[in-house]
């Protein structure tokens, strides 16, 4: 890699590195949110909910190419944080 190539390429990561940190706070407020859900719900069969799940993708779906994402990739990144969030759940659900 040339020298020129080098220092663009530290500059684009510094860039993505930034949006890693907002994407955390994100993280955290869509955390949030998830607790609360949680605190609703009565029965631990109720932590997946298939049909909202195939909405939010399908959602995503849509709004990806809208958007000109790679829907492949948008896909993939929100079917893994709704599962990394059930397993969550799962894990944090206290009976009432």
């Not at 790679?70 to 799962?90: A, G, Q, V």
């Amino acid at each position: 890699m040339s020298p020129k190539n080098k220092i663009k390429l530290n500059k684009l990561r510094k860039r993505l590195d930034k949006i890693d940190i907002n994407l955390l706070q994100i993280i955290k407020i869509r955390s949030e949110i998830v607790k609360k859900v949680l605190s609703l719900k009565e029965n631990k069969s109720e932590i997946i909910d298939q049909p909202r799940i195939k909405k939010i993708l399908n959602k995503i779906k849509r709004e990806s190419i809208r958007r000109k994402i790679d829907p492949k990739i948008t896909k993939r990144i929100w079917k893994n944080m709704i599962w990394s969030f059930i397993d969550y759940e799962k894990r944090n659900f206290k009976k009432k």
